[in-house]
């Protein structure tokens, strides 16, 4: 699910910094994996808010609010989902975000 909003970006991001600033030498493999994966998209303008779910920007409310999309979600489509929600800086990075998966399938599907 995409969520469009410069101001979230921007907040979730400075949350992002101030969280991982000093701690992220000794992060766990996957909580490293994580802080990787979303330090490189934050160049592309987006990054998934699943993985911030604790941000003060975001609130305590969101990880409820995600499980109801996700339950939701499964219902719609008769099979259990998990939803990933990402953040977008605006329209133009989330273009470019399916632009690039709808590119990378394609190449996938030539082969």
């Known amino acids: ?4 909003s ?5 907040a979730a991001w400075r949350d992002m910094q101030r969280k991982y600033r000093h701690a992220r030498r000794g992060l ?11 330090r490189n998209r ?7 808010a699943d993985l911030l779910l604790s941000s003060p920007t975001l ?3 969101w990880g409820g609010v995600a499980n109801k999309l996700s339950a939701r ?10 939803a990933k929600f990402w953040i977008f800086r605006d329209m133009w990075s989330l273009r470019n975000y399916v632009q690039e998966g709808a590119m990378a399938m394609l190449i996938k599907v030539k082969k």
């Open 1 to 4: 699910m995409a969520i469009i």
């Open 6 to 10: 410069e101001l979230k970006f921007e």
């Open 28 to 38: 766990e493999e996957g909580a490293k994996k994580d802080y990787t994966m979303t």
């Open 42 to 48: 934050i160049f592309d303008g987006c990054f998934r």
């Open 59 to 61: 609130g305590e409310d």
């Open 73 to 82: 979600a499964s219902e719609l489509i008769n099979r259990n989902i998990t």
